[in-house]
């Protein structure tokens, strides 16, 4: 934990790090983490899963995304002191969406944002524990976003290049979610022009088994993957990655 800190100080401040090559977690500037843990508590740890994770990403200066949940809940990832953006689904319950959200600006969230591409299911709309999302129009959306005085933004899927074009010379940050779990995966994304990567599922088991140690363990780990890739494309630094080295078959 005491590494996770040096170097994201290093790296957030902009100070010149004395390691070659900065871990994926870090990004470009700052990490983020992204998953939608357990709310049990395991047995003989003090916190769940959500709440563990939250407290890594603090101590590691990652900016943090929590899914679906109550808003008990949020609290109690906000009091872990983890810079917090809420993602809410898009529930057919309107009046539950403009609650989440609103009470996610007054719990002191870094951010919220809605992951649309639950609005659709195998057999129709999607349910999603036990709750019915619903189709998400351009006015409810511009409505979300007239409600709170956060940043907003709903997750990039396929067309991240598309996106940077679109965003070229402009100050903001492009941050990718869905199915990262690996170096590799940090790796093209940031080719493709993400500034970041979220991590989601894919340190679920590490959560469950160890805890906190756990999660600072399967950060590494995407970051030594993430400099593998650096090392046989060439790239002494990651921002200096990009599309060069990508081939689309």
Not at 16 to 42: D, H, M, N
Not at 71 to 99: L, S
Not at 120 to 136: P, W
Not at 221 to 235: A, C, D, I, Q
Request: hydrophobic share 45%.
């Amino acid at each position: 934990m005491h590494e996770c800190r040096r170097l994201s100080f290093l790296f957030a401040t902009g100070r010149e790090s004395k390691i070659p090559v900065e871990p994926a977690y870090l990004a470009r500037r700052v990490g983020w983490i992204s998953i939608q843990a357990p709310t049990r508590t395991i047995a003989g740890r003090e916190k769940n899963g959500l709440e563990e994770y939250s407290l890594v990403a603090k101590a590691c200066n990652i900016l943090n995304f929590c899914g679906m949940m109550e808003n008990d809940q949020f609290q109690r990832i906000v009091d872990t002191g983890a810079k917090t953006v809420r993602i809410v689904k898009p529930y057919a319950d309107q009046a539950k969406v403009r609650d989440q959200m609103e009470f996610a600006e007054h719990a002191g969230a870094f951010g919220i944002g809605m992951d649309i591409d639950h609005i659709f299911g195998e057999d129709g709309l999607d349910v999603v524990m036990g709750e019915q999302m619903a189709e998400q129009t351009m006015e409810m959306l511009r409505s979300y976003v007239e409600r709170t005085s956060l940043p907003y933004a709903v997750p990039p899927m396929m067309v991240l290049p598309k996106i940077r074009e679109a965003l070229q010379g402009r100050d903001v940050q492009i941050i990718v979610d869905c199915g990262i779990a690996s170096g590799a995966d940090v790796f093209k994304a940031l080719a493709l022009g993400a500034d970041a990567c979220a991590v989601g599922r894919s340190m679920l088991p590490a959560l469950e088994k160890d805890g906190t140690a756990g999660v600072s363990e399967f950060l590494r780990k995407v970051g030594r993957e993430l400099r593998y890739m650096m090392s046989f494309t060439g790239f002494a630094h990651v921002a200096d990655i990009d599309d060069s080295v990508l081939h689309f078959l």
